[in-house]
């Protein structure tokens, strides 16, 4: 739907995102400055900079190559930054060597070694520091008990399920108290369920070591569920840092109203205004009012986000905006049901509603509703309009 919308516009700069909580961060965890990464002569990331508050959880959310991995790898000093500068707790680390930075790594895949007992893959750490014998074992069994494995020290890998591994895993990696924890989609290689399980119990550990976390991730409930803030990324920048209730509610870009929650999005042009309330001539042929956050000229060229919960289907009666259109598809999921809805001149608008009773099914016709303050407007070149 509306492809040309997709493709994102690019911000002047990462420091004057529309959208983005600046909210100066007094002696960050980790910070990156200016940062540029090459790989030979492709430009992964770019004017990348930001400051991460330590004991916080951050999420970089990206579509696939988005360059999410890159800036992991970069704070542990697994790739050399091209431009710019990484500092942690203070400290640039731009010639500090990986093993000399008191870093945490989590990786999709466990990476734990196959052999050696669940004892001895989480003391790894403990063992290449130095620390003395009884202390690596209280140290081992405190870590074991905050991932809910306590009494697993004899145990091998294979001897343990997915989930189990990866909690190992996570042990391994807070055993030493790191000053930030990384990482890298360490949910994806799980089932549905235990990825959820996972996501709540990673979040409960982060908040009780305090423990500054930077996850990747290109699954937007994962990032909307568990993190502090949300770094958007797109094509090696970024596009938004917000909360994930900001980056959700008022997307900076045609970009992220889209990755995050599959916005709607409607062309239109100003037909009128009256103050902050303007009347918008959809490009689906029809009409409708839109309360802007500044006074609109006539004529532009604007965009209409709204979001599928904010589509009104059953009250559609209620709203100042009704729309009718036919219904393309349905998926029931139990409880509620996710409509497309053809409203015109090719335009399918997808909506989400609570069900109590019958489920529309496809090639009806019904009604739809939105009102003037549901929905968050673009600019021409992509920019929420604040
Ligand atoms: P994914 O979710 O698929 O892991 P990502 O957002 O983590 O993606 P990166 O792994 O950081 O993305 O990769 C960013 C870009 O840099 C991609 O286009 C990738 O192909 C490229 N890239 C990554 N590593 C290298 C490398 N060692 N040499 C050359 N190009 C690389």
Redesign the pocket.
């Known amino acids: 739907m509306h492809d040309s919308l997709h493709t994102s516009p690019r911000p002047a700069a990462a420091g004057a995102l529309p959208g983005t909580d600046l909210a100066p961060v007094r002696q960050p965890a980790v910070e990156f400055r200016d940062i540029a990464i090459a790989?030979?002569r492709?430009m992964?990331v770019r004017d990348f900079s930001l400051a991460i508050r330590k004991g916080s959880f951050v999420t970089l959310l990206?579509?696939?190559?988005?360059?999410?991995?890159?800036?992991l790898r970069s704070i542990a000093g697994l790739v050399d930054v091209t431009e710019g500068q990484i500092s942690i707790g203070g400290r640039r680390v731009d010639d500090v060597p990986i093993y000399k930075r008191n870093i945490g790594l989590v990786f999709q895949s466990y990476a734990l070694f196959p052999h050696k007992s669940v004892f001895d893959n989480v003391a790894f750490g403990l063992k290449y520091r130095k620390v003395s014998k009884p202390e690596i074992a209280r140290r081992v069994g405190k870590a074991l008990e905050m991932v809910r494995l306590p009494g697993s020290e004899r145990k091998l890998p294979s001897q343990l399920s997915g989930g189990q591994q990866q909690r190992i895993a996570l042990a391994r990696a807070i055993v030493f108290e790191p000053e930030v924890l990384l990482m890298d989609?360490p949910l994806s290689a799980l089932d549905a369920n235990m990825r959820e399980e996972m996501r709540v119990e990673i979040k409960k550990i982060q908040k009780e070591t305090g423990i500054t976390a930077i996850f990747?991730t290109?699954d937007q409930e994962e990032a909307l569920s568990m993190s502090d803030q949300i770094v958007v990324?797109n094509a090696?920048r970024i596009e938004q840092i917000g909360t994930p209730e900001q980056v959700y509610a008022e997307p900076a870009t045609a970009f992220v109203a889209d990755f995050l929650g599959k916005a709607n999005m409607l062309p239109g042009t100003v037909a009128a205004v009256d103050g902050l309330v303007a009347t918008i001539a959809l490009a689906a042929g029809r009409s409708v009012t839109a309360l802007s956050p500044r006074v609109l000229a006539p004529g532009e060229s604007i965009t209409l986000v709204v979001r599928p919960q904010k589509l009104q289907v059953a009250a559609a009666g209620a709203c100042a905006n009704r729309l009718a259109g036919k219904i393309v598809s349905t998926s029931y999921l139990g409880g509620s049901a996710v409509y497309e809805i053809d409203i015109g001149q090719g335009s399918v608008v997808r909506a989400y509603a609570l069900i109590d009773g019958k489920v529309a099914r496809e090639g009806e016709t019904v009604e739809i509703g939105f009102d003037p303050a549901a929905c968050v407007l673009l600019d021409a070149q992509g920019r929420r309009i604040a």
């Open positions: 790989y030979g492709f992964a990206g579509p696939s190559g988005c360059g999410k991995t890159t800036i989609e990747v290109h990324m090696g």
